[in-house]
């Protein structure tokens, strides 16, 4: 899978994450708890490739396959 194909299906992952948070009642605090801790988890990997590229040579060997990962 590519970068844009992956960052599209997880924007659509976490977009029914928030849904489903917004449907939940004001009662429903451990779903929202659990709710929230998957969307973090969701957005985490982003901010962990993001800050691994970032001090990487676009020449290193490992630079395609960790931009193109999911």
């Known amino acids: ?40 988890e969701e957005l985490s990997v982003h901010k962990w490739v993001s800050s691994e590229l970032v001090g990487m040579d676009p020449e290193a060997e490992r630079f395609d396959p960790t931009a193109g990962r999911r």
């Open 1 to 40: 899978m590519d970068a844009i194909t992956s960052l599209k299906a997880d924007h659509k992952s976490v977009e029914k994450l928030f849904r489903q948070f917004e449907k939940a009642g004001d009662r429903a605090t451990k779903t929202k708890a659990d709710l929230v801790k998957k969307i973090i």
